[in-house]
């Protein structure tokens, strides 16, 4: 498995929406559909690996874990104050 380009939406510290982006077939016009952050939401892009199919709940959370992971080493650290 390679890694995706990934949209993710986040609250706070909680994913709210993943969405892994697809190339068009060849030809083809890419898709149009989107998601988009609402109010005191987030949106970041992410490469991540993803799971050729979520067969069940446990496959969609561990794959919602790695995309905390991965949010989380993307975080900036933050300058201590004197």
Avoid: N, W, Y
């Avoid at 083809?28 to 949106?43: E, F, M, R, V």
């Avoid at 892009?45 to 794959?63: C, G, I, N, S």
Wanted: hydrophobic residues 45%; charged residues 20%; glycine residues 6%.
């Amino acid at each position: 498995m390679s890694a995706r380009k990934v949209v993710v939406i986040t609250q706070g510290s909680r994913v709210v929406g993943t969405q892994v982006v697809l190339d068009p077939p060849a030809g083809q016009p890419a898709a149009s559909a989107a998601l988009h952050a609402g109010p005191g939401q987030k949106l970041h892009v992410l490469d991540v690996v993803v799971p050729e199919a979520f067969a069940d709940a446990k496959a969609m959370l561990a794959f919602h874990a790695t995309v905390q992971k991965q949010l989380k080493a993307k975080k900036p650290a933050r300058k201590k104050r004197r």
